[in-house]
């Protein structure tokens, strides 16, 4: 089955978030992970995001750098925040870290996923 997995350039745990939600309101031109900064304000899901996610049907998978890197194993060094296809065990890289940074806003991320799982 065909997934898309979406990793963060940010780890995992309650302190990281915290570290990672301060760094978005006092520095947020400085903020290393657009991925985040595109589907989530400060605190809570965009609620554009948050409708795409909750009603489509494709197979959408969400990890930390460090929970992607430990369920992975990956022989290939990766930048991150970073957009993989997954079928089956085969990984293939649909955003790179670049073009993940390179995006304004979740309308553009939604409008790149609808465009793959036509």
Not at 94 to 110: A, F, Y
Request: hydrophobic share 35%.
């Amino acid at each position: 089955m065909e997934q898309l997995i979406l990793v963060y350039n940010a780890n995992s745990g309650w302190h990281n978030s915290l570290i990672d939600s301060l760094h978005k309101v006092v520095s947020p031109k400085t903020y290393d992970c657009n991925l985040c900064a595109i589907t989530f304000g400060v605190f809570f899901e965009k609620e554009v995001w948050k409708k795409f996610r909750t009603e489509t049907n494709i197979e959408l998978q969400f990890l930390h750098k460090n929970e992607f890197l430990e369920t992975y194993k990956p022989k290939e060094k990766y930048d991150f925040p970073i957009i993989f296809k997954s079928e089956g065990n085969k990984l293939e890289v649909l955003l790179k870290s670049e073009e993940v940074n390179g995006l304004k806003n979740p309308q553009d991320l939604i409008k790149i996923i609808k465009g793959v799982f036509k």
